[in-house]
């Protein structure tokens, strides 16, 4: 969650607003008791830049309709704006149905916040109309995780091998592709790739339009991939997508953190990763700016 230099972090229960410009954090005031939500550490929240008041943001966090309903349905965003240095709540006028929801991040994009759930797809709303309409934009076809329900989620696997990422200007659905997500799975991959999708009309009949494919024995076999000293045969995790190239990926394999030219299925650089290997997570690097 950031915006220009700022993110929001919690800490037990409190939650601070981050500049990174300047290193100061502003702890948030509480959510007032007698509103009908309060602020969940099990829900993403969202960051953006006010469109009429420059220099001040909105904090947001989607709210179910039901608990109990496995977060089948949001009916509130709760919000907090720098402007007015005040909580307060907004009802939906509209939210589809959908799966029990995951949180992987909310991007701040083109206006709007996306609540990213990378099993099924995005939710998205403009946070600033009085009564905002939450949509849905599905992944694309073939790529959906049905059938999760309220078991438990291969969340580790999950994040390695699927993001969600802005780049040059549109939003970018990046897929390791040809690996179980079963932990008991001990059969080795089959022909894994990757893959990579733009969102082009969220709104529309296709919203996806599919960019690229590469296979990792392709990668592999790559002269750029061998002079770089990578491990034959063994599929990296997902780390985030040049945000002013999108055929670039990144990608962490063990200690290293390296380049990948997708299209050309070239490594354009490889370098030692100080990030301990627990951390090694898109979410954890969705606040990098490459230079």
């Known amino acids: 969650m950031a915006a220009q230099g700022l993110g929001v972090a919690d ?15 502003a702890r948030l005031p509480a959510v007032p008791t007698d509103f009908p939500v309060t602020l969940s550490p099990r829900r993403t929240m969202g960051l ?8 001040h943001y909105m904090i947001a966090q989607l709210h179910p309709a039901d608990e109990a309903a496995a977060m089948k349905r949001h009916d509130a965003l709760l ?9 307060s709540v907004k009802q939906l006028a509209s939210a589809p149905d959908h799966e029990p929801w995951g949180a992987h991040g909310v991007v701040a994009h083109g206006g709007l916040l996306w609540w990213v759930d990378v099993a099924h797809g995005m939710l998205f709303c403009d946070p600033f109309d009085d009564h905002p309409r939450l949509r849905l934009v599905p992944l ?14 291969p969340t580790i696997l999950m994040d390695q091998r699927r993001l969600m990422r802005p780049s040059q200007g549109m939003l ?3 897929e390791i592709q040809g690996l179980s997500y079963d932990h008991a799975d001990v059969d080795g ?9 733009t969102l082009v009309d969220p709104e529309g009949p296709h919203p996806w339009r599919f960019e690229c494919e590469a296979s990792f024995a392709d990668i592999w ?8 000293g990578l491990p034959q045969g063994k599929v990296p995790k997902l780390a985030l ?7 670039v990926v990144y990608f962490f394999q063990d200690t290293a953190l390296f380049a990948l030219d997708v299209r050309a299925r070239r490594v354009l650089a490889c370098e030692g990763c100080l990030v301990d290997r627990v951390f090694q997570d898109p979410l954890f690097q969705l606040e990098l700016e490459l230079v």
């Open 172 to 174: 970018r659905y990046v």
């Open 241 to 247: 997508v040049h945000p002013s190239n999108h055929d």
């Open 48 to 55: 953006i830049a006010h469109p009429r008041r420059p220099g």
């Open 11 to 25: 800490s037990d229960d409190d939650y601070f607003l981050y500049n990174a410009n300047d290193s100061i954090a």
């Open 79 to 87: 919000w907090y704006s720098t402007a007015t240095g005040q909580w």
């Open 221 to 228: 076999a790559h002269d750029s991939y061998v002079a770089a």
């Open 189 to 197: 991959p089959i022909n894994p790739s990757v893959t990579m999708w």
């Open 140 to 153: 694309p076809a073939g790529c959906e995780m049905h059938g999760l329900g309220k078991n438990l989620r």
